[in-house]
């Protein structure tokens, strides 16, 4: 699909609280890209936001945001059964997608996502943004040099109360097809992955309380085997008084791990501790200043788009980490 100029005209399809808080403010700073329309389903609230935020278009129908001329990408932020079937309209109408994580309810919509955008010739990218994170970056490059050594084990958490969410979905086992597992715990998977440069090739988990065909589970722990040999394992949760974060990957030679890894606009480190012996040799710790990350990942798209190229976040990307999801929720 062609597009001529050099900025990319989006949509935010769904346009609630976290779209409100993080992906407009984020498409602000965007350079190359511009919020032109917004959907919600009440047309009386996407217009009195429009006129709020000094968007020029608002829309009730999907439908008619995606037939709009002015627009030439969609933002899916609507709730993850949504998904599937918003990316089939838009690409339809041939609009470039990028749709929030965890990118559909199974692996089966997340194939006809893939399918539909490839045939429509629209680029297609889900919202992993933390592959932008500077600091993930170094992990992943100290991996890969083999200063740490081989990897044997990993692990990564991302705890919080989502009863301060407004998404009010979140426990819907319909709408979100799975709780924390679903909703971070595709951050941690997606961050892992990332770092470890490896993919999953066993899954095992323990859900709670169990979800049932209604209703999320409300903590998890998933148990995984990656393809070089490395154990890992990702604890996530909706029902703690704090939010949390922390990704630690442990090597035959170091030891490296960071807390707040997800938070954009901030100042974690990466603590890298080497030993030897049992005994502590040398302790480093490098700091790093994170980027709006929502900010890096919509600049990476509609330079994909502007560019003709592929995004680093693709279809096939978001489809790896859903076959962990689904195999998590198995039979359940």
């Keep these: 699909m062609a597009h001529t100029g050099n900025t990319i005209r989006y949509g935010i399809i769904g ?9 407009l403010p ?17 047309i009386d609230a996407a217009r009195s936001k429009a006129k709020e935020y000094s968007i020029p278009l608002a829309f009730d129908s999907v439908e008619q945001l ?13 709730a993850n059964s949504a ?17 929030e994580k ?25 919202g992993h943004m933390l592959r932008f994170s500077p600091m993930l970056m170094r992990m992943k490059e100290i991996i890969a040099s ?15 109360d989502a009863g301060m969410s407004t998404r009010e979905w979140l426990f819907d086992r319909n709408a979100a097809g799975g709780g924390p597992t679903f909703d971070i715990g595709v951050h941690c998977l997606d961050s892992l992955r990332f770092v470890l440069d490896d993919e999953v090739t066993a899954t095992h988990a323990r859900l709670t309380p169990p979800p049932t065909d209604s209703r999320t589970e ?10 070089k040999g490395t154990i890992g394992s990702i604890y996530t949760s909706f029902e703690t008084p704090i939010r949390s974060t ?39 710790e490098e700091h790093f200043w994170i980027p709006n990350l929502y900010e890096q990942e919509i600049s990476h798209m509609s330079d994909c788009i502007l560019n003709g190229r592929s995004p680093v976040i693709d279809g096939e990307n978001g489809l790896k980490n859903q076959i962990v999801l689904d195999a998590a929720m198995a039979k359940r």
């Design 246 to 284: 922390l990704i630690e990957c442990i090597g035959r030679r170091a030891v490296l791990s960071a807390a707040g890894f997800t938070t954009s606009e901030s100042s974690p480190s990466l603590k890298i501790i080497w030993g030897e012996n049992g005994k502590t040799v040398k302790t480093v």
């Design 218 to 227: 409300s903590s998890s722990l998933l148990s995984l085997q990656f393809s």
């Design 83 to 99: 998904h599937c079937g918003e990316t089939l309209l838009a690409a339809s109408a041939k609009k470039h997608v990028l749709v």
């Design 26 to 42: 984020a498409m602000r700073l965007s350079a190359n890209s511009e919020l032109v329309a917004i959907q919600k389903r009440s």
């Design 66 to 78: 995606l037939a709009c001329g002015e627009v030439d990408a969609v933002f899916i932020a609507s």
């Design 15 to 23: 346009f609630g609280g976290f779209a409100e808080r993080t992906i």
């Design 102 to 126: 965890p990118m559909a309810l199974d692996a089966d919509e997340s194939v006809r996502m893939i399918e539909a955008c490839r045939a429509n010739g629209v680029l297609f990218a889900v």
């Design 146 to 160: 083999g200063e740490a050594g081989e990897i044997t084990s990993v692990r990564a958490e991302f705890i919080y």
